[in-house]
């Protein structure tokens, strides 16, 4: 049975709060899809998420992938610098962050965990990529994910509107919201997807760098 998992790091309690505020303040009347929730869909960076076979055994992959954060240096906390609110197509808001060699090199070696439990035929081969770069158009075909290696672009997602409002909300959130100039996080987390790849539900977590 095809199981839709995912990895990601976790904010800080602190900031897993602010995120859940700056996504009611960006929307305000507008209600984005699917609603951030300390207590539900979490807010968070995801390293990869997608289709995997009954192989995958997910407390002996957190288990690599934490060891992997300590070989790379990643420990206790990593802090990443928040770079805005940007719009993502198609109808995605997203809190953009910066892009350090450490994170690109724990989200390889979590595909090197992770790579030979996909369940390829579950992979969405209708999906439209037109709006992709290659970049991503290249990784979604390997991985059926599609920010990977180049295309690797850390984010939150703030959730998702009809396209022109998409547009607006980023336009003028300049005006409505202030975004954080750093963002910290501390915990990894193995998650069953849910509306729209959402952190709908924690199976594992762990603390970052502690294997």
């Known amino acids: 049975?095809?199981?839709?998992?995912?990895?990601?790091?976790?904010p800080r309690t602190d900031h897993l709060r602010a995120a859940v505020r700056l996504?009611?303040?960006?929307?305000?009347?507008?209600p984005l899809r699917p609603p951030l929730d300390p207590d539900g869909n979490l807010p968070r960076v995801t390293l990869f998420q997608g289709p995997f076979s009954e192989s995958l055994a997910p407390k002996e992959a957190l288990g690599?992938?934490?060891?992997?954060?300590?070989?790379i240096g990643l420990r206790g906390e990593a802090a990443l610098a928040g770079?805005?609110?940007?719009y993502q197509p198609t109808g995605w808001l997203f809190l953009t962050l910066e892009r350090p060699r450490p994170l690109?090199?724990?989200?390889?070696?979590?595909?090197?965990?992770?790579?030979?439990?996909?369940?390829?035929?579950?992979?969405?081969?209708?999906?439209?990529?037109?709006?992709?770069?290659a970049a991503e158009r290249a990784s979604w075909r390997r991985y059926g994910y599609r920010y990977t290696g180049d295309a690797c672009a850390p984010h939150i997602t703030l959730g998702r509107a009809e396209e022109?409002?998409?547009?607006?909300?980023?336009?003028?959130?300049?005006?409505?919201?202030?975004?954080a100039k750093e963002w910290v996080f501390?915990?990894?987390?193995?998650?069953?997807m849910g509306e729209h790849g959402a952190h709908a539900q924690t199976l594992l977590e762990a603390p970052l760098g502690h294997p």
Do not use: C, N
């Open 164 to 179: 022109e409002t998409a547009r607006e909300l980023v336009r003028t959130a300049p005006d409505r919201v202030t975004v």
């Open 23 to 30: 996504q009611r303040d960006l929307g305000g009347d507008v």
């Open 104 to 133: 690109v090199e724990l989200q390889a070696a979590t595909l090197a965990v992770l790579e030979r439990h996909l369940d390829r035929e579950s992979f969405d081969g209708d999906k439209d990529v037109s709006r992709f770069t």
């Open 186 to 192: 501390d915990r990894l987390s193995f998650y069953v």
């Open 83 to 86: 770079t805005g609110v940007a």
């Open 1 to 10: 049975m095809t199981r839709w998992l995912g990895v990601a790091l976790l």
């Open 64 to 71: 690599l992938i934490g060891a992997a954060a300590v070989e």
